[in-house]
């Protein structure tokens, strides 16, 4: 089983305790990260590959976790992306960090946590109930009309 972890590009440095806390909790629990970001580099004549890349990945994950304490256009997009493939969404962020309400809509937890520790233990309490989160049909953050 994959997780896709969603994190900006251009924050990704300021973020390495958290993204290697979330890969440290998904490997715990037997699912696999992945870490786009670091797993691909695409200069700016590639963006259409890159972006083909990054719905295909997304498409094969069971879960996306976005860490969003920097706000982020691009986990943003793969944010709704994975919303309209009913995949289910974790939205992490730091307690101090502005809440995004485009991701608060779209996903089915959301985590704000005060420091490593804390997030490592509300992410591995999250990830125990995983399989109820894929089982379920996703309704939340959607407005009929």
């Not at 809509?105 to 309490?125: A, F, M, P, T």
Request: net charge neutral; aromatic share 6%; charged share 30%.
């Amino acid at each position: 089983m994959w997780a896709y972890v969603s994190v900006s590009f251009k924050n990704r440095k300021n973020l390495d305790r958290e993204v290697e806390t979330i890969k440290s909790v998904l490997e715990k629990k037997g699912i696999n990260p992945m870490v786009f970001v670091d797993d691909y580099v695409f200069d700016s004549d590639h963006v259409k590959e890159m972006m083909r890349k990054a719905c295909e990945d997304i498409k094969k994950s069971a879960i996306l976790i976005a860490e969003l304490s920097e706000k982020a256009i691009g986990v943003g997009l793969e944010v709704g992306y994975a919303s309209a493939l009913n995949i289910p969404i974790i939205y992490l962020k730091n307690e101090k960090s502005e809440y995004s309400k485009t991701v608060g809509g779209l996903c089915d937890e959301i985590i704000e946590y005060k420091n490593i520790l804390d997030l490592r233990s509300k992410l591995d309490s999250s990830l125990a109930n995983l399989s109820l989160l894929i089982k379920t049909p996703r309704v939340s953050g959607r407005v009929s009309a």
